[in-house]
């Protein structure tokens, strides 16, 4: 389909069927023992980042127009299965309704890789107290090392605080 074909089904309001390349399909897994408290989880294909980690430090930044806050966090996670790296990072959180948030953090291996990343997301607290975020990440590196595959990759992640600080996140 052409580009001004696009176009004009859009303002026609026929919107046509686009074919996306993808190994697996997007599906939704449900979560819950009932389905008034079952949660939807977006999978989009193995997970490339398992993270483990504490919120090290919060602050709040601005009390107007919107509540601001800021926590910083340390973690070790394991990329693509079998990659062990250290992860210190930041997010900043806007207490909107919708539970805006954006982060930017940093990689590093043993052997001294290093990839950074910046990425936002929206959150909300859970019944149990939890707050739980889901987004997008944009990764970069200069390494030709373990981590170069992150270089220009974009993962979407879930990431999950506890009431004490401990946090857990999974990146596809």
Do not use: C
């Not at 996670?77 to 930041?90: F, M, Q, V, Y």
């Not at 948030?101 to 290093?114: P, R």
Request: glycine letters at 10%; aromatic letters at 8%.
């Amino acid at each position: 389909m052409s580009v001004s074909a696009v176009i004009a089904a859009v303002f026609n309001h026929q919107i046509p069927s686009v074919a996306f390349a993808q190994t697996q399909q997007p599906s939704m897994m449900m979560t819950g023992s009932s389905s008034a408290n079952a949660t939807a989880t977006p999978t989009l294909g193995t997970p490339v980042i398992d993270e483990k980690g504490m919120v090290t430090g919060q602050r709040v930044l601005e009390v107007s127009p919107w509540p601001k806050t800021e926590a910083s966090f340390i973690a070790n996670d394991t990329l693509r299965g079998n990659i062990a790296a250290s992860e210190t990072g930041t997010y900043t959180s806007i207490m909107r309704a919708d539970g805006s948030s954006y982060g930017q953090g940093i990689f590093t291996t043993k052997d001294g890789d290093v990839a950074t990343w910046t990425g936002q997301g929206i959150g909300h607290f859970t019944q149990d107290g939890k707050l739980r975020f889901h987004g997008s990440l944009f990764y970069s590196t200069p390494s030709t090392g373990k981590l170069a595959f992150l270089n220009n990759m974009v993962g979407v992640f879930s990431y999950e605080v506890d009431a004490t600080g401990k946090t857990m996140e999974i990146v596809t």
